[in-house]
């Protein structure tokens, strides 16, 4: 089975600076999907980036992109030019590719705090 | 286009009662899939269908189940109600085409036992 691991519970950033959060994951498949997805307090879950396992370029989405590592299984997210609207709960998430039957497996997640 | 749809938004049920959760997907997704959310456990895998049919289910008890119809519309049942199923559900939907393993979640059913 596999499993993915955010060891940061909480960061803080101040506004308008840059923050990397963490993720491992852990999979014997060659053919995967790695998502970030954020958790503001409205509860809904919103995808802020997706990476293929099969693309070497890193993904980017105007001020979040990711360092996608494959051989050391690492895929964290760095978040540009902070805003107040980027305060959320952020969980790394990996499926399956080929189908994804067994759904998304996410990390604990990372409880991102933006000073003003 | 509009979102993913959960209804209803709060539910307080009592130990062993049965509950029934609705999941409107986005329009044209015929995958729709389930998910528990707790402090302890986390974001937890219960089942996904697709065109009708349960393709998977996590390691939930058999009192969890679901079904999905043919508009893609989908209900989950939790029978004999426990209070650690105090949870937020939350449904996604994906087109399992062309944005292959995107999940497009909605806002949650938030089901309190007691």
């Known amino acids: 089975a596999q499993t993915v691991t955010q060891s940061q519970p909480e960061m803080s950033v101040q506004e308008a600076e840059t923050v990397t959060l963490s993720c491992t994951y852990d999979t014997s498949e060659s053919d995967y999907y790695l998502f970030w997805y954020k958790q503001p307090p409205s509860r809904q879950m919103i995808l802020v980036i997706r990476?293929?396992?099969?693309?070497?370029q890193n993904a980017t989405e105007n001020r979040f992109s990711v360092n996608f590592q494959k051989a050391a299984k690492s895929f964290s997210l760095k978040i540009s030019d902070s805003q107040l609207g980027d305060a959320a709960m952020y969980f790394c998430?990996?499926?399956?590719?080929?189908?994804?039957?067994?759904?998304?497996?996410f990390g604990k997640g990372t409880h991102l705090i933006i000073q003003p | 286009k509009a979102g993913v749809t959960q209804t209803p938004r709060y539910l307080i049920k009592t130990r062993g009662q049965q509950v029934t959760l609705s999941c409107s997907p986005i329009?044209?997704?015929?995958?729709v899939s389930w998910y528990q959310q707790t402090p302890g456990q986390g974001l937890q895998f219960l089942f996904e269908y697709f065109s009708e049919t349960q393709r998977n289910k996590g390691n939930f008890p058999g009192r969890f189940s679901g079904r999905q119809f043919s508009n893609s519309r989908s209900e989950m049942n939790v029978s004999t109600l426990e209070l650690g199923d105090s949870a937020l559900y939350l449904c996604?939907?994906?087109?399992?085409?062309?944005?292959?393993?995107?999940?497009?979640f909605g806002n949650g059913t938030r089901l309190t036992v007691t």
């Open positions: 990476q293929e396992a099969y693309k070497q």
């Open positions: 996604a939907s994906s087109t399992r085409t062309g944005e292959e393993g995107t999940l497009h």
């Open positions: 998430a990996y499926r399956s590719g080929g189908g994804g039957a067994d759904g998304l497996t």
């Open positions: 329009s044209g997704h015929r995958s």
